[in-house]
């Protein structure tokens, strides 16, 4: 009797970690079967050319979407992303043009970055405020410095060594690919390898428990913050090169996209949960929805359909598989 | 319990599928790229396979047989009643000529325009049609097509990089005639404010430039000048910030209708209809009614559509291998409450 009903808790065990593992990998198998679909309605989509233009249209939302990861993990949000890669990038292009030095100018924008991202978590942490309403006011504050700063106007006449960073190419490899590559992995064992990313995941699953245990839950969710200003700075960088200006309008809407990607790779707006992978597929996804209704030529106003149908199943998703992992803890511990 | 969870394994599935098979259906039976054109080009928008193979037979038969080209074009913001007119400019013409077109739309993101323009050059076209948001996107839109050895048109804003050809309207003679014609119907006691658009569209700034001039020449102080960045709502905003400053003000000059329609918006909930000057730019069919209407008191038209249809008749000579002029400059005509009426009617121009 004791046998069988062990025998039982196993064989329940091995279905939900097959089921679960299914579903947690569940991001990659939507990415391929959108290529497969894809490369077959439409011939140009799996060519060389084709995928590199999407590398490139994808390395914004992806590395904004990384620093949001970081941000979500900890139980947080940061809506102010898309303003902050514009503010960022507004100093960035407009000390380029005064004063011609590439090295100032990137770290103008890093360092404004990791201000601006400093301040929105102090305030979140310190003085303990939503971390919806603080990045919502970054949003319009950043937008309004950035309007400030540069008049209305956009910043042009960039000179190549600046521009490189969006539109330029190492071999056939694209400029903002290599610097996406550089990103993920640094934020990847940021996340993976470190104690700090240990911590983070842990405030963002039991704050409570974390702090008691005696970490600075404080430093280290200001932290998310910052390492989010970073990926704008860099984020509005490439998106600059791209674009050939520092639009003042740059980025609007862009931390919609953000956020869809993180949820699209599994990071739950909970916390505690979310890879760096899974982020960069979620923009892959959402990329390769606008490029191939581009190729077919649809109608691109069925983009936002998609994209929203696609985070909803996400979310879907997620809940099953935060379910699932109950149902296997359960069991594990019946006895 | 076993049975929910297989359950909801399955919905998941079955949603994801549902997702991604819908997107491809939407694909195989799709294929217009544009949500909003003129009504005499929806139709033939529909089925542009079925299109090049009727029009070929068509074209065969006209003594300059043209080839069935595929073209592109990149608008920077289809909801925008101007750019739908050069778009149906470039549907129409080319459609006359047995071509393709495939129309995208910015929405008033550059970084979309700039993807847009990417994906277009993968997809083998013959050439690019590209209204830029802005100088610096087509300065970029024109290198790569450049790069990639396509030839590329540039329907009004400009670029500063090698193209094929430029049209665009006479800016600074529309801005000129409406400055002309703000001094011709105001006295001595004018308050005169101006809206500007995006100040990045080096091209339609033109407009703000020509006005400028004549009211320098007849030293004339422009008391109100911010730009509302031609959009409809912010033209509102703006001129109800002027009349807040000065009640006074009783002339306006808009370098678009987006903005003017806004600022006449602002200008009736305080009772000013007819009291103020309004001058727009574009004349644009709802400006135009509000001309005939009395709420606005004139625009300037320029030839949107005209921009399309050349551009598509120099493209064909161009691919035909005749030499074509760089810069085509298209004069613009004030509308007021005489010939309004022909500007509805498209005759404006004839």
Redesign the interface.
């Known amino acids: 009797m004791v046998f069988t009903v062990r025998g039982d808790r196993i064989k329940r065990q091995d279905n939900l970690r097959i089921k679960a593992v299914i579903v947690r990998t569940g991001v990659f198998w939507s990415l391929a079967v959108l290529m497969i679909v894809l490369s077959l309605v439409s011939d140009q989509f799996l060519t060389a050319g084709n995928l590199l233009n999407v590398a490139r249209q994808v390395t914004v939302t992806a590395i904004l979407g990384i620093g949001v990861t970081f941000v979500i993990i900890g139980a947080g949000i940061d809506l102010s992303v898309g303003s902050l890669l514009a503010v960022t990038s507004a100093y960035a292009a407009g000390s380029m043009v005064t004063q011609g030095s590439l090295l100032l100018a990137l770290l103008i924008a890093i360092g404004s970055g990791v201000g601006f991202g400093l301040c929105q978590g102090v305030l979140i942490t310190k003085f303990n405020l939503a971390p919806f309403a603080v990045t919502l006011g970054g949003m319009s504050i950043f937008r309004g410095m950035t309007l400030l700063f540069t008049g209305g106007y956009p910043i042009s006449k960039l000179p190549e060594n600046f521009r490189w960073f969006g539109s330029g190419n190492i071999g056939f490899l694209p400029a903002p690919l290599l610097i996406l590559i550089i990103v993920a992995v640094v934020a990847y064992i940021i996340l993976s390898k470190t104690r700090v990313g240990r911590y983070i995941y842990a405030i963002g699953s039991n704050e409570n428990a974390t702090r008691l245990s005696g970490i600075d839950v404080n430093f280290y969710r200001t932290l998310t913050y910052v390492i989010a200003g970073v990926c704008c700075a860099i984020a509005g960088i490439i998106l600059t090169g791209r674009v050939n200006s520092a639009h003042p309008y740059a980025g609007q809407g862009y931390e919609l996209n953000a956020i869809a990607a993180a949820v699209i790779g599994g990071t739950s707006l909970n916390g505690g949960e979310g890879t760096i992978y899974g982020t960069i597929i979620g923009a892959l996804i959402i990329g390769i929805i606008e490029n191939g209704l581009n190729l077919l030529q649809i109608n691109p106003f069925y983009q936002d359909v998609a994209v929203g149908a696609v985070i909803i199943v996400a979310i879907l998703v997620d809940r099953t598989r935060i379910g699932m992992q109950e149902k296997l803890a359960k069991v594990a511990t019946d006895e | 319990m ?1 049975l929910k ?1 297989k359950n ?2 399955k919905t ?1 599935l079955l ?3 549902i ?3 819908s ?2 259906i ?3 039976s ?6 909003e054109t003129s009504d005499d080009s929806a139709a033939q928008t529909e089925e ?1 396979a079925a299109d090049e193979s009727a029009a070929d037979e068509t074209a065969a038969d006209t003594a300059a047989a043209s080839a069935s080209y595929k073209f592109a074009y990149l608008s920077p913001n289809h909801g925008n009643p101007f750019w739908q007119m050069v778009a149906s400019g470039v549907e129409t013409q080319a459609q006359a000529n047995g071509c393709d077109v ?1 129309v ?2 910015a ?1 008033d ?3 979309k325009q ?3 323009a ?3 050059l ?3 076209i013959d050439a690019l049609f590209l209204s830029p948001f ?4 087509g ?2 839109i024109a290198e790569m097509c450049n790069a990639a050895g396509v030839p590329i048109f540039i329907l009004d804003t400009g670029a500063e990089a090698d193209y094929t050809c430029f049209i665009t309207s006479d800016n600074k003679q529309g801005g000129r005639v409406a400055a002309e014609y703000l001094i011709e119907n105001t006295d001595d006691s004018r308050v005169v404010a101006e809206e500007q658009g995006l ?2 569209r080096a091209i339609p700034a033109l407009r703000g430039v020509g006005f400028n001039e004549v009211m320098d020449e007849n030293n004339i102080k422009v008391e109100f000048v911010q ?1 509302a ?1 031609y959009n409809r709502e912010k033209g509102m905003t703006l001129m109800e910030n002027f009349l807040t400053s000065n009640p006074k003000i009783n002339a306006v000059f808009c370098w678009n209708d987006e903005m003017a329609l806004g600022a006449k918006e602002a200008i009736a909930a305080r009772d000013l209809t007819g009291q103020v000057l309004l001058i727009g730019f574009d004349a644009t069919d709802e400006a135009v009614q509000s001309v005939l209407d009395g709420e606005m008191s004139a625009t300037v038209a320029q030839n949107p559509k005209g921009f399309g249809t050349q551009g598509v008749d120099l493209a064909l000579k161009h691919l035909a291998g005749e030499e074509i002029e760089k810069e085509v400059l298209i004069e613009c005509k004030l509308v007021t409450k005489d010939n309004a009426q022909a500007s509805l009617d498209g005759t404006l121009f004839e």
């Open positions: 076993k969870r909801r394994m998941l949603l994801m599928l997702v991604v098979l997107l491809s939407a694909a195989c799709g294929g217009s790229g544009d949500a542009p495939t995208f739309d929405q993101d550059p970084a700039v993807s847009q990417e994906d277009a993968q997809g083998d802005e100088t610096d996107t300065t970029t100040i990045g730009p960045d």
